[in-house]
Structure formats: C-alpha cells, structure tokens
C-alpha cells in the first residue's frame, strides 16, 4: 500500500499540523466511515477532517476508537455549525462535539462560514474553548479577507488557519498573499473540485509528462503551493492514489500553467459577510 510521508506545517501558535489531510465530508454510515479511516490511516494520513453540519462525528469517533492508537498519533478537527453559533451556544455545541466524538480535544477547531449576528461572540467562545484546553489550536473557514480584517479589530489572536475552496478554477491567489502576509494556512476542501478538471487538456498533459493522474497533478500543485489539502474518498483505491505524490515535482512553468486556469469559479457558496440562520449552505 502507498504510504504517505506527509509533511507537518508549523502554525502561528507553535502547534504542529500535517499538510495532508483526509476529509470525511458525505461518509454517512459507520460501515463506510470505518472502512475510510482504517484505510486513509493505513496509507500514512493523521489529520481527520469534519464538522458538525456533516453530522458524522459520532461516525469518526467510534472509527478513531477502533484504530486502537494512542490519542497523539493523529490530529482532529471539527467545525462550529451556523446554527450553533453565538458565545453560548458555541461553547455547548463543542462540549456535545467532544461527546460525540470520544475525545478530551480536537487539535483545531474552526468557524465553519462568517455570520454577522454571532461574528465576534463565536470567536471569542473559540478563544475560550483554547483557554479551557478543549482544543489545541483555533481558526475559519470560509472567511474572505474582509472577513479576516473584521475579526482582527477585536479578536485577541488571529485564525491559525482559514479552510476555503479552492482548485484550479479557483486559486484563491490573493487570499493565500493575505494568509502569507499574516501567519495563517491556507487549507483546501474540494481540492479536486468534484472531478470538474480531470479531464482538462493542460492538466492531462502534464498529468501524462510526469505519468501521474489528473488528480495526483492537482493534489501536488497545492502542496508545491504551501497549501494544505482535505481530499476525500470512501475507496481504499483512491486513497492510496491520492498518497502518492512523492515521486515527481511539478516545474515552476506547470505551475503557473495551473495557476492560469483560474476563472474565479465557485462550487459552493461566496463568503459574503451577512448570513441567515435558515440558509442552507453547501460543505
């Protein structure tokens, strides 16, 4: 089986965080959910991925238990659901994530998308949640650079980490200038964007130069970037595939032709500052 020898990033708070990760977005089952984890921790993987909108952490909790390894072999994160933000209401729902997930921390705990009403309250109940130990590091997602810019007039720390879209077809370049710029990781879900650009001719052809896949291509463009990355799959297939990334360097001339393939497109949702508590939002 491929194994991953994943490289560990150092964050702004001297925590320590692997830069490939495995996300468990859509395992719904516990059959599935242990099956992945068991596979993407096999392969090398030690960061696990969810939140509570995905209403899996029970899932990967009793797939981490089943692992039989010690608690520090691998790092967890979660995010506060809209519905549950606010100071309160943030502070009880990690408490009941922590239950949930069998653990006495998450080694990152994130916001999961920017929401007026609570903006500096969920912030400040995250700050808390670090204070008490209830997790090691804290940070966003979904959060624009005006986002980010807001929560400094206030925040007592800044995000350690900002998890956003981003793929070829949105390459978030001045945001990752902005994270540089101030000591936050830029972290990708929907890396592959859904297999949109795997059938890409630029992609295709340097994917055949390096005989590697579309996928392999674009996985390793993030890293060679800085960026870290939650790709994830139910099939042990995929997993390995996904792994294996070692064995090849993309040219500074591959990377800008990627780079050039942005066309600002967005699967999900744009990060505007003003949401509702009856919006459904996508990941």
Excluded: C
């Excluded at 990760?21 to 991925?49: E, N, P, W």
């Excluded at 508590?277 to 990941?283: C, E, I």
């Amino acid at each position: 089986m491929t194994q991953l020898q994943a490289q560990w990033l150092t964050l702004a708070d001297g925590h320590r965080m692997p830069q490939e990760g495995f996300g468990v977005y859509k395992l719904t089952d516990q059959a599935s959910m242990t099956t992945a984890i068991k596979s993407a921790y096999q392969t090398g993987y030690r960061l696990f991925d969810t939140a509570q909108l995905y209403e899996n952490e029970a899932l990967l909790g009793v797939a981490l238990k089943e692992l039989a390894v010690p608690r520090d072999n691998y790092f967890v994160t979660t995010k506060v659901a809209e519905q549950n933000q606010g100071y309160q209401t943030t502070i009880q729902s990690v408490k009941e994530s922590l239950h949930r997930l069998q653990l006495d921390y998450v080694d990152l705990l994130l916001v999961h998308w920017p929401m007026q009403a609570h903006f500096f309250a969920t912030w400040q109940a995250l700050e808390d949640l670090q204070a008490q130990g209830l997790t090691k590091s804290i940070g966003v997602s979904n959060f624009g650079i005006v986002h980010l810019q807001l929560l400094a007039t206030q925040a007592h720390q800044r995000p350690v980490v900002n998890q956003v879209e981003r793929h070829p077809g949105l390459n978030q370049a001045a945001l990752i200038k902005y994270h540089q710029a101030h000591g936050i990781v830029t972290q990708a879900w929907s890396p592959l964007a859904r297999g949109k650009y795997l059938q890409d001719p630029v992609l295709t052809k340097i994917a055949a130069a390096h005989q590697k896949s579309v996928a392999q291509v674009i996985l390793k463009w993030h890293l060679q970037g800085g960026v870290a990355i939650i790709p994830k799959s139910a099939h042990p297939q995929r997993i390995a595939e996904n792994a294996a990334l070692t064995d090849f360097t993309l040219s500074a001339a591959e990377m800008a032709q990627i780079d050039a393939l942005n066309r600002f497109a967005r699967d999900g949702r744009e990060p505007e500052l003003v949401y509702e508590n009856n919006v459904q939002y996508p990941r």
